[in-house]
């Protein structure tokens, strides 16, 4: 059976188009149940209508909704860590493939693409699995796509 969140990822997908090339190969289903556990605790993902559609509205990390195909850094009035503008600015874009290198260490993955070795990145270092990192970026990716 195939879930809903699944079904939204790929029309998701389709629609961003060529131009986007967004690889999104996790399961979302499971993804929600990962991003319950350990991603809701900081960050939320609320539509452009203002509805809280994952999360519990915290405010620590910034809004996920359209996360994957967005640059780094790219809301306005969030308070983004020096390191993370950074590489914002050198051109990181959040694809299923550096989410996968930020997760587990995000301030080592920041000094490696901005060539800082001593800034310091806000995000804290997560244990969770290559697999399950896939899988939250297809649920939050089920949500919308930056275009």
């Known amino acids: 059976m195939i879930s809903k969140f699944a079904i939204a990822a790929t029309a998701a997908a389709m629609i961003a188009g060529p131009a986007l090339a967004l690889d999104v190969t996790g399961d979302a289903a499971a993804g929600e149940k990962v991003f319950n556990k350990v991603c809701q605790t900081c ?23 359209q996360m994957p195909g967005r640059h780094a850094a790219a809301i306005d009035g969030f308070r983004y860590s020096k390191l993370m503008k950074e590489a914002g600015e050198k051109g990181l874009v959040w694809t299923e493939e550096e989410l996968v290198k930020y997760v587990p260490n995000p301030t080592e993955f920041l000094r490696n693409y901005t060539e800082d070795p001593k800034g310091r990145g806000l995000m804290t270092n997560q244990r ?15 949500f919308g796509i930056h275009e």
């Open 128 to 142: 969770v699995k290559e697999q399950e990192i896939r899988d939250v970026f297809a649920y939050i990716a089920s």
């Open 43 to 65: 960050h939320v993902v609320k539509n452009d209508a203002g509805e809280v559609v994952a999360g519990r509205n915290a405010k620590v990390g910034p809004n996920l909704f």
